[in-house]
């Protein structure tokens, strides 16, 4: 009953800007950590991560990132959001939303291991030409 859609994957081209959206429902949105994570079909062995959010709002990034891309959610919408900023051709890839419905151990994983996570979006394709 727990689902995610992704929104807003699109073409763009290096140093644009896009902004994701994640709408959950089925669960308590505000009491489960959520995350984003990519994965490229065919290139990338397993779903990488991008971000965390924690129950109270922590944040973290994974390093490729950090500082370009921004993490949020609306507890009022049960909303969680990806801004992507200074986009590269390396973030072409396809991104998923997540939601760890048996809770992540934050300090091990700070909310970026998408074997934590147990309920996906379907993704949504950014594609970054250069």
């Known amino acids: 009953q727990v689902q995610l859609a992704e929104s807003g994957g699109d073409s763009v081209q290096s140093g644009g800007s896009l902004k994701l959206s994640c709408v959950v429902s089925?669960?308590?949105?505000?009491?489960?950590?959520l995350g984003w994570f990519r994965q490229v079909p065919g290139v990338e062995r397993e779903l990488g991560a991008i971000?965390?959010?924690?129950?109270?709002?922590?944040?973290s990034y994974a390093d490729s990132v950090k500082g370009r891309f921004t993490i949020s959610k609306d507890y009022a919408k049960n909303t969680m959001y990806l801004e992507m900023n200074y986009l590269k051709p390396e973030d072409t890839a396809m991104y998923f939303c997540?939601?760890?419905?048996?809770?992540?151990?934050?300090?091990?994983?700070?909310?970026?291991?998408?074997?934590?996570?147990?309920?996906w979006g379907q993704g949504t394709q950014v594609t970054v030409s250069s």
């Open positions: 971000a965390g959010i924690s129950d109270i709002g922590t944040t």
């Open positions: 997540a939601v760890a419905t048996k809770g992540v151990n934050w300090l091990r994983t700070q909310g970026l291991s998408p074997d934590e996570y147990d309920s």
């Open positions: 089925g669960l308590p949105f505000g009491d489960y950590c």
